[in-house]
């Protein structure tokens, strides 16, 4: 048997504490499981009781999506920042880049639609694509 610690607040797994060592105390709160139910390569959780997998919550997950989405939409503001300081130079004659104008105009209402978003199915709705 492994005793297994964990966070009450975040319910993630803090450690772990094998039967076959004498530890001068094991931290509480605690549960014991089997030898073979421990899991290594994953985040995990003790949630009533039960031993599992930690998935993030839905707002978690919402909001590093949103972040990630909009990231793409700064990154290509700024791989075309060239092009609009361009043009203040007088001196340039360049014109914009056809359809830059209005793929930045797009990158900002993109911006402005991620941050309404409520859930991720709206999220994963939004495509981005400046090409």
Known sequence: MIKVNYDTETTLVKGYYPNSINYASIPEPYIEIENDAQVLDKQMC?????????????????????????????????????????LSDPTSGDPLKEGVAEKRVLARSLQVNIEACTTLEELNNINIDFS
Not at 59 to 73: E, H, P
Not at 77 to 83: A, E, G, R, V
């Open 46 to 86: 003790v949630v009533n009781g039960v031993y599992q997998e930690y998935v993030k919550p839905l707002d978690v997950q919402l909001q590093k999506a949103k972040v990630s989405k909009i990231a793409q939409c700064k990154a290509y503001l700024i791989s075309t920042d060239w092009q609009v300081i361009r």
